[in-house]
């Protein structure tokens, strides 16, 4: 059974940081590039899920929205098939529900598009503190 499962999401503190983190099972890791999606309050629809950060199978190579480059980063541990996000310097509008991705892709190129993505989490929320 395929499952992506999240965790550390937290309340947002302007400034602020937390890391997030997504372990697979079931599937392959090392042959999935890897990605974040969140989708912010208000946007219940499905293709309302924002790109945020993503990952190739090798990790050499990663991909930022613009609304988080310089500020998140993305990483993976092929041996432990966690990918992780880091987000740092965290604004209000970084409050939404965030959901790990992963699309079969041996290339190192990264897909920002939701339909090329194969499997979802339930997604971890980060809130807003304000």
């Known amino acids: 059974q395929v499952q992506l499962v999240e965790s550390g999401g937290g309340l947002v503190q302007a400034g602020g940081s937390l890391t997030l983190s997504c372990v697979g099972s079931?599937?392959?890791?090392?042959?999935?590039?890897m990605a974040w999606f969140r989708q912010a309050p208000g946007k219940e629809r499905e293709f309302e899920r924002e790109?945020?950060?993503?990952?190739?199978?090798?990790?050499?190579?990663?991909f930022y929205g613009d609304s988080v480059k310089g500020r998140f980063s993305i990483a993976r541990d092929n041996a432990k098939n966690t990918v992780v996000l880091h987000m740092n310097s965290l604004k209000h509008e970084d409050a939404a529900v965030y959901y790990c991705?992963?699309?079969?892709?041996?290339?190192?190129?990264?897909?920002?598009?939701?339909?090329?993505?194969?499997?979802w989490g339930q997604g971890t929320q980060v809130t807003d503190s304000a």
């Open positions: 079931g599937f392959n890791f090392r042959s999935y590039a």
């Open positions: 790109f945020v950060a993503g990952i190739s199978w090798s990790g050499g190579m990663s």
């Open positions: 991705a992963a699309d079969y892709r041996l290339s190192q190129r990264i897909s920002t598009s939701r339909d090329a993505f194969d499997y």
